[in-house]
């Protein structure tokens, strides 16, 4: 079982950042970050894949945020800059075990929000 566990959600206002980590309780190749607003459906922020660490944007946030890895810790990162309200939301960590399988592994969440 896959055991995924956020931290680093807080309130900051507009312009700033923030860095969200996921610890993982083993390796997984391909891991990813989400976030949603009550009401609305989840969205896919950014993820990575470990062969050639291929990532991925949402075009909201390309150019602000950055996801990384360290896998000798396990553990996910999201570099969050330049923060503006719309960012607003819960962000979870996930995982799945392939490109080509749905995301089956979920964290708690972390709450971020941005004032203006």
């Known amino acids: 079982q896959v055991q995924l566990v956020e931290s680093g959600g807080g309130s900051v206002q507009a312009g700033g950042s923030l860095r969200l980590s996921c610890a993982v309780s083993?390796?997984?190749?391909?891991m990813g970050w989400f976030r949603q607003i009550p009401g609305k459906k989840r969205e896919r922020v950014a993820d990575i894949y470990i062969p050639g660490g291929t990532t991925y944007y949402a075009d909201s946030v390309k150019g602000r945020f950055t996801i990384s890895r360290d896998n000798a810790k396990n553990t996910l990162y999201l570099q969050m800059n330049n923060l503006k309200p719309e960012d607003t939301a819960m962000y979870y960590c996930a995982a799945r075990r392939s490109v080509i399988v749905d995301w089956n592994y979920w964290g708690q969440g972390t709450q971020v929000t941005v004032s203006s």
């Open positions: 083993t390796i997984i190749p391909s």
